[in-house]
């Protein structure tokens, strides 16, 4: 099986790449080559003898081109411009987000004799208010941001290009991934990552909206989890309809903030420092917060049961099972 990553330097890429590295395989088929790929360099994966890396940018004529040349046989499209930095910057958004998204079907479709699996990860910001009650598949798209806006777009090309027979796609909007390693990032959703992971690193977290706020969550394990299992789901289990929500653990801030206490304690729950910020409370005023995935639990999609078990995911996967107490 080849397999190719776009995005493999970001969060979730580098996860994934470093579990198809450890397995050598996707469900039962071997890899024989996996190609890395991002606008930045990697030093993951030296030394072993099915991978590679390659430098391109989405956005850019033929970059397409250049990582279908070895017609793999499954694709994650990964690559994104985060919701904040697409707010912020209309073109750069919309270049890569949407442009160079539809460079990549279009160079598929241009290859004769080639349909691979495309896994592409959407987002609840697809989804626009006013919400009533859990949010399911079907509710309509409303996006209220340019990134959301983008993201529908290409689920809809997405489904349209497999009808076709194109290629072979499967759309996962994914629930807000936390705890996200390393620093801050310019996502809008940020704040729900930082609240845990910089108190568990001996760091104040600013919170900049009520504790009354609720989102729901997948740790990064869980969502690698979710990309193998698309990459093995049938066309035939998908049918027209080729995105779907992930499933999560339904919190809000409060709840985030009493189960980092329950497994961390009071001290590291003392470096949350409550700072509003108009801008990002009016941004998640218009985020649905629950969701009903029963198409996607009776697909065999599974994330954790409570969110002290992402807490403890995130202290055993990024902390080396410790924490600063």
């Not at 590679?52 to 970059?63: F, G, Y």
């Not at 704040?191 to 690193?201: C, D, T, V």
């Not at 009903?292 to 639990?297: F, I, V, Y």
Request: net charge negative.
């Amino acid at each position: 099986m080849k397999v190719l990553v776009i995005g493999a330097a970001g969060m979730i890429g580098r996860k994934l790449c470093e579990r198809l590295l450890r397995d050598g395989r996707i469900g039962s088929r071997d890899i024989t080559d996996l190609v890395m790929a991002d606008a930045v360099a990697s030093d993951l994966g030296a030394g072993v003898a099915f991978a590679r890396h390659v430098v391109v940018d989405l956005a850019k004529p033929d970059a397409s081109m250049t990582l279908l040349a070895s017609r793999p046989d499954v694709i994650f499209h990964l690559a994104a411009i985060v919701s904040g930095e697409a707010e912020q910057d209309f073109d750069k958004g919309y270049a890569v987000n949407l442009d160079g998204t539809r460079a990549l079907f279009e160079a598929i479709r241009a290859l004769e004799h080639y349909e691979p699996r495309v896994v592409y990860t959407s987002s609840i910001a697809v989804f626009g208010a006013p919400y009533n009650g859990a949010i399911a598949d079907d509710f309509f798209h409303t996006p209220l941001s340019s990134y959301g806006t983008q993201k529908a777009i290409c689920e809809l090309l997405l489904a349209d290009y497999s009808r076709r027979g194109f290629l072979d796609g499967i759309g996962l909007r994914l629930p807000n991934i936390c705890v996200r390693p390393g620093k801050p990032n310019a996502a809008s959703s940020g704040f729900f990552s930082n609240i845990i992971r910089e108190p568990l690193a001996g760091r104040e977290a600013v919170l900049p909206v009520a504790d009354s706020v609720g989102q729901t969550h997948a740790s990064p394990r869980a969502t690698v989890e979710f990309l193998l299992h698309a990459a093995t789901l049938q066309s035939e289990q998908l049918g027209a309809r080729r995105t779907l929500m992930m499933p999560g653990v339904p919190a809000s801030v409060a709840e985030q903030i009493a189960a980092l206490r329950r497994v961390a304690g009071d001290a590291v729950v003392a470096r949350i420092r409550h700072v509003p910020d108009p801008v990002i409370m009016a941004m998640v005023a218009g985020w649905p917060a629950h969701f009903d995935t029963p198409r996607a639990l009776a697909l065999g999609f599974r994330a954790e049961a409570c969110f002290d078990d992402i807490i403890r995911t995130h202290i055993d996967d990024d902390l080396g099972g410790t924490f600063v107490r």
